[in-house]
């Protein structure tokens, strides 16, 4: 249950955050001091950060997201590789053919990224708040896992309807002619449910995609400060920058290869009468069972690990540039016993 105690602590720290105790020499002691800085504005300006590094990693790559669900939607066309479709969708439909989905992307990563990055701040900092240092850095994996789980559900329900019209408007260049213009034939033609058509597999595909990104980022970077016996605040914003966007790259293709199977179900699912008339379990395994267990995972894989491989590692180098622009810097887990 030590999921179950994490969300625990992060609600009892927004409703009964601890107080200063008045006693002497109190001050020492009290953890309200020792994590003053965490307040409000703090996960304002990490949510801020975590909006504006998503926005700008995911758009900047609408391409070759454009060029990945293509070859998702339909490998037999597309089966020259990720240069190969480049060049089929810039012969057939021209280039600007490779921004389609651009707002739908910027709007729904902005959103996604307000929710993801604050809300892992906000849960990770929370725990360590009512557990202590020494009990935190035991377990900072898990707290990592439970954070990253908690802020990616929430970031999905508000992530979700922009993204099914992304993908809408990527199968179907002709559906619509902008984000509003798509939200608008898609809620007339079918209503709510049609939002959320894919959000059992964007939450299958995000989940374990987040938790694994948070989980090997934040390995692999405090790995390399161990390594050189130094702690952030002791090198400088370069060195920091390179650390981020090394770990950040490890971080991406690991998730990568561990959310594809998900990421083609939704592309599919969200294609017009993919997966038959049925529920949507029904219809994810009907999609499922047409595309074969080794081409879910491997269709597409190559693209989406350049994909996602680079915008991790920009997502955590832009986070921490942001966050020092606003005076802020994110929360390391620190061994009390080092």
Not at 4 to 30: C, K, R, S, W, Y
Not at 156 to 164: G, H, S, V, Y
Not at 303 to 325: E, N
């Amino acid at each position: 249950h030590f999921w179950e105690d994490i969300f625990l602590f992060a609600l009892v720290q927004a409703i009964h955050p601890p107080t200063t105790m008045n006693t002497p020499g109190a001050v020492l002691l009290a953890p309200s001091d020792m994590y003053a800085k965490y307040d409000t504005m703090y996960y304002l300006k990490g949510a801020a950060a975590g909006g504006i590094c998503c926005s700008i990693t995911h758009g900047a790559l609408t391409p070759v997201d454009v060029v990945k669900t293509r070859v998702q939607l339909d490998p037999v066309k597309y089966n020259s590789g990720l240069i190969g479709g480049f060049r089929t969708i810039i012969a057939e439909e021209g280039a600007m053919a490779l921004t389609t989905g651009l707002g739908a992307t910027a709007a729904g990563y902005f959103v996604q990224g307000w929710f993801k990055f604050g809300g892992v701040e906000f849960f990770k900092i929370s725990a360590v708040k009512s557990m202590g240092e020494e009990k935190a850095w035991d377990n900072k994996t898990n707290i990592y896992l439970a954070s990253a789980a908690g802020a990616e559900f929430i970031a999905d329900l508000f992530l979700c309807p922009l993204e099914a019209v992304r993908i809408r408007s990527v199968s179907d260049p002709e559906f619509c002619d902008g984000l509003l213009d798509g939200f608008g034939k898609m809620a007339k033609a079918e209503g709510l449910g049609g939002f959320y058509a894919g959000l059992a597999p964007i939450l299958a595909k995000q989940i374990p995609y987040t938790c694994a990104k948070f989980v090997v980022q934040g390995s692999v970077a405090d790995g390399m400060y161990s390594s050189m016996g130094k702690t952030p605040a002791e090198l400088s914003s370069g060195t920091n920058l390179g650390i981020s966007l090394l770990s950040g790259v490890v971080a991406g293709v690991a998730s990568a290869i561990i959310s594809h199977p998900a990421d083609t179900l939704l592309s599919k699912v969200n294609k017009k009468g993919a997966g038959g008339d049925g529920s949507m379990v029904s219809r994810l395994m009907n999609i499922a069972k047409e595309i074969g267990f080794v081409k879910l995972c491997t269709v597409g894989l190559i693209p989406r690990c350049v994909m996602i491989g680079t915008l991790t590692a920009g997502q955590f180098g832009i986070f921490d540039t942001v966050m020092g622009a606003l005076g802020a810097s994110k929360y390391h887990f620190q061994n009390p016993n080092a």
